[in-house]
Nanobody
Framework: QLQASGGGLVQSGGSLRLSCAAS????????MAWFRQAPGTEREFVAT???????KYADSVKGRFTISRDNAKRAVYLQMNSLKPEDTAVYYC????????????????WGQGTQVTVSS
């Protein structure tokens, strides 16, 4: 089970840190990711971190967002800096034992999402 939190309303240029807490003892063996979905659009890839710590980012967030994980706390984080209005979306964390890609169907487990709203 995945529980995302940390969303909110922030002004353009501001920062937010999203957290995703996972239950279960095998967290360290899962690849983790963040996706987002704006109204009327499809869910899109944001960032992923493998069980070995390798990271990958969408071009739209590269240099502004940082994904990290703490296996001891069974948590994954998304530090979002220099936020833009186009970052407004519901952000979802996802997990999979084998998938590390950028496609929604590659991830088996999903959290409930947390709303991020960036005002201009």
């Amino acid at each position: 089970q995945l529980q995302a939190s940390g969303g909110g309303l922030v002004q353009s240029g501001g920062s937010l840190r999203l957290s995703c807490a996972a239950s279960g003892r095998s967290f360290s063996s899962y690849n983790m990711a963040w996706f987002r979905q704006a109204p009327g659009t499809e869910r899109e890839f944001v960032a992923t971190i493998s069980r070995l710590g390798g990271t990958k980012y969408a071009d739209s967030v590269k240099g502004r967002f940082t994904i990290s994980r703490d296996n001891a706390k069974r948590a994954v984080y998304l530090q979002m800096n220099s936020l833009k209005p186009e970052d407004t979306a519901v952000y979802y964390c996802a997990a999979d034992p084998t998938g590390t890609g950028v496609i929604v169907r590659q991830y088996k487990y999903w959290g409930q999402g947390t709303q991020v709203t960036v005002s201009s």
